[in-house]
T-cell receptor, first 114, second 115 residues
């Protein structure tokens, strides 16, 4: 089946540093791609998404581009803040039966120090 | 709007006990999902309901049953809990499940420990 691989954490950065979290996927079709964020003690929230090749998703200063040729969807932010400390999950959406299933990577914990 | 709500927030069970996790959404979504989250493994789909009146197995259904009570509510039942079911359980919902780019909205989770 489809799968998602993302870099293991934790990633520790100083405030205002540049962030990259790598994500690659394997899929038989053309899935939609997502980044979700999980703050401590909370559920997952959608951060951004891209539905076709070369699409760029962006939100709150985060960006990711759907690269079909390298099967990648790397998350970037130019200047991180302490409030960005969280666990980030890359995911793809694939059809199952009458519905859709999200397949997640293992998550990357980001810690930003002041 | 409360979004997706789950009860309870925490639960401790002994091996062999049963319990039901409750989930409700107020966004008029057709599709609902149950995932479990284990360290380093992301979330894995247990069961889903593409629409009211239907339920289907996901990636890891063994040891669980579900009920789509109505459009709003989707419950997950553990008939005989095992330590391997210690996990954090998340319920999610989305609009009609035919489009792969529909966002799923997640509840706050239930942390379950089976002793």
């Amino acid at each position: 089946g489809d799968s998602v691989t993302q870099m293991e954490g934790p990633v520790t950065l100083s405030e205002e540093a540049f962030l990259t979290i790598n994500c690659t996927y394997t899929a038989t079709g053309y899935p939609s791609l997502f980044w979700y964020v999980q703050y401590p003690g909370e559920g997952l929230q959608l951060l951004l998404k891209a539905t076709k090749a070369d699409d760029k998703g962006s939100n709150k200063g985060f960006e990711a581009t759907y690269r079909k040729e390298t099967t990648s969807f790397h998350l970037e932010k130019g200047s991180v803040q302490v409030s960005d400390s969280a666990v980030y999950f890359c995911a793809l959406s694939e059809r199952i039966g009458a519905g859709n299933m999200l397949t997640f990577g293992g998550g990357t914990r980001l810690m930003v120090k002041p | 709007n409360a979004g997706v709500t789950q009860t309870p927030k925490f639960q401790v069970l002994k091996t062999g006990q049963s319990m039901t996790l409750q989930c409700a959404q107020d966004m008029n979504h057709n599709s609902m999902y149950w995932y479990r989250q284990d360290p380093g493994m992301g979330l894995r789909l247990i069961y889903y309901s593409a629409s009211e009146g239907t339920t289907d197995k996901g990636e890891v259904p063994n040891g669980y049953n579900v009920s789509r009570l109505n459009k709003r509510e989707f419950s997950l039942r553990l008939e005989s809990a095992a330590p391997s079911q210690t996990s954090v359980y998340f319920c999610a919902s989305s609009e009609a499940g035919t489009s792969s780019y529909n966002e799923q909205f997640f509840g706050p989770g239930t942390r379950l420990t089976v002793l």
